[in-house]
């Protein structure tokens, strides 16, 4: 099956990793990174790859649904998608991710609304990359 690319960007990870600096070749996006006080790191005010990428899926699914919704003429006014992505440890000293999406769709009642997100999680970028690789849980409130 072709594919076209709709669009390219970076980011480059500079530092010690997860207590560096990424940032984006035009400057948009800047951030010092630390690690969580969870994961024995100091904390702060600055973001770690989790939050970036809870941020990226959030937006990305949320972005799919609200596309999905229009074309099935279904309005989701006031709608928010929550991506709670977790580190796990893997006992052989491996690292992985799980996802949890939930989305608030008030006004839609509950089968058209797990519908919707079972839907989206079909076409979303984030959905498809991660699918059969990590779990990612769906649930939808009304």
């Not at 948009?28 to 904390?43: S, Y």
């Not at 949890?100 to 609304?113: F, I, R, S, V």
């Amino acid at each position: 099956m072709p594919t076209t690319t709709l669009y390219t960007t970076q980011a480059i990870s500079t530092g010690d990793g997860r207590n560096g600096h990424v940032r984006t070749p035009d400057g948009i996006l800047e951030a010092d990174l630390t690690v969580p006080k969870e994961m024995g790191g100091p904390g702060g005010e600055q973001t770690n790859p989790e939050q970036l990428f809870a941020a990226g899926y959030a937006a990305c699914f949320h972005n799919g649904l609200r596309l999905i919704a229009a074309g099935r003429k279904t309005p989701v006014p006031g709608s928010t998608v929550t991506a709670e992505v977790s580190l796990l440890s893997i006992d052989d000293g491996r690292f992985t991710l799980a996802v949890g999406l939930t989305a608030h769709l008030p006004g839609l009642d509950q089968a058209t609304a797990d519908q919707l997100l079972r839907d989206t999680h079909q076409v979303c970028p984030y959905s498809n990359a991660t699918r059969g690789n990590i779990e990612v849980t769906l649930a939808a409130t009304v």
